[in-house]
């Protein structure tokens, strides 16, 4: 069996099993606490019909796609900066530490009173979250880059753009990546909570109306659904594009 036959198998034996875990789960609770994988499937089907489920769907991939775009072009341009800048470090090391450690449920209140229930205070109550790791983890990496690469750009007398293209950015890749595939698994979670609190469509929006009915198979659907989009998302787009960008790295033996 080739190793990639092999991954596959072992994937939906993975998936098997949490189905069972969860059919035998249900049974024990009763369908009103954990209803059944086949209700769960029935609700999301409905959903799918009326077309609810795909118009939620969009409008929360839209908020996630904005906000990570815009933590991740910020946080990346200044862990760039305090990675090659000892002032910049020290000035934006604390501010960077607090942000990191504010729960983000303060910042979407603090975005919704200051900013009023609207999306932009939402977008950018999310990025906000989201830009101290990206800033982190690109300052780690830009530390450390290989200075005699940077010795080989001055003898060749590279301008500072044509240094950060070909010497600065192709070794923060795995970083970068590393910051993009962490990001976007807390990014769509926290765009939930912005919509459960303040948005009147997206996914988070119907979690919380679901709750108000205690209506878990509509939970689970809806939760499901979206968990199934980003797992598309990382597995058809950000793998490929980390292989596409690296491939120039070598590979381990």
Same mark, same amino acid.
């Given at each position: 069996m080739?190793?990639?036959?092999? =991954? #596959?198998?072992? &994937?939906? @034996?993975s ?8 059919a035998?789960? @249900?049974m ?7 209803p059944?994988?086949?209700?769960? *499937?029935?609700t ?7 077309g ?8 929360? +991939?839209?908020?996630?796609g ?8 910020a946080g990346t341009?200044?862990?760039? *900066? ?8 020290? +000035?934006?090391?604390?501010p960077?530490?607090?942000l ?8 979407v209140?603090? @975005? ?10 939402a ?6 979250n ?7 983890t690109v300052r780690?990496?830009t %530390? ?9 750009? =001055? ?6 753009v044509? %240094?950060l293209?070909?010497?600065v950015?192709?070794q923060? $890749?795995?970083?970068i ?6 990001g976007?698994s807390l ?17 988070? #929006?119907?979690?919380?109306? @679901? #709750? ?5 198979? /509509?939970i ?6 979206f968990?199934a989009?980003i $797992? ?5 787009m950000? =793998?490929?594009?980390? %292989? /596409?960008?690296? /491939?120039? &790295?070598?590979?381990?033996a």
């Amino acid at each position: 069996m080739t190793g990639a036959r092999r =991954q #596959f198998v072992l &994937r939906v @034996a993975s998936l098997a099993i949490i189905v069972l875990v969860w059919a035998l789960g @249900a049974m024990a609770a009763g369908p009103r606490l954990l209803p059944s994988p086949l209700a769960v *499937l029935s609700t999301m089907v409905e959903e799918a019909a009326s077309g609810a489920l795909f118009l939620n769907i969009a409008i929360t +991939l839209v908020r996630v796609g904005v906000a990570f775009g815009i933590a991740m072009l910020a946080g990346t341009a200044l862990g760039i *900066l305090m990675g090659r800048s000892r002032t910049a470090d020290d +000035l934006f090391d604390l501010p960077l530490i607090v942000l990191l450690n504010l729960p983000a449920l303060v910042i979407v209140v603090l @975005a919704y009173i200051w900013a009023g229930l609207t999306e932009t205070a939402a977008i950018l109550a999310v990025a906000i979250n989201k830009f101290p790791n990206t800033a982190v983890t690109v300052r780690e990496g830009t %530390r450390a880059l290989d200075r005699g690469l940077d010795e080989v750009a =001055q003898i060749y007398k590279f301008d500072r753009v044509k %240094r950060l293209r070909h010497v600065v950015l192709p070794q923060l $890749v795995p970083f970068i990546a590393a910051a993009a595939r962490s990001g976007l698994s807390l990014v769509w979670k926290i765009v939930l909570v912005v919509e459960l609190l303040g948005r009147p469509n997206g996914v988070g #929006f119907e979690i919380g109306t @679901a #709750f108000q009915l205690f209506d878990v198979a /509509r939970i689970l659907a809806y939760a499901l659904a979206f968990v199934a989009v980003i $797992v598309a998302i990382e597995f058809l787009m950000v =793998q490929p594009f980390e %292989r /596409r960008v690296t /491939r120039w &790295r070598p590979r381990a033996a």
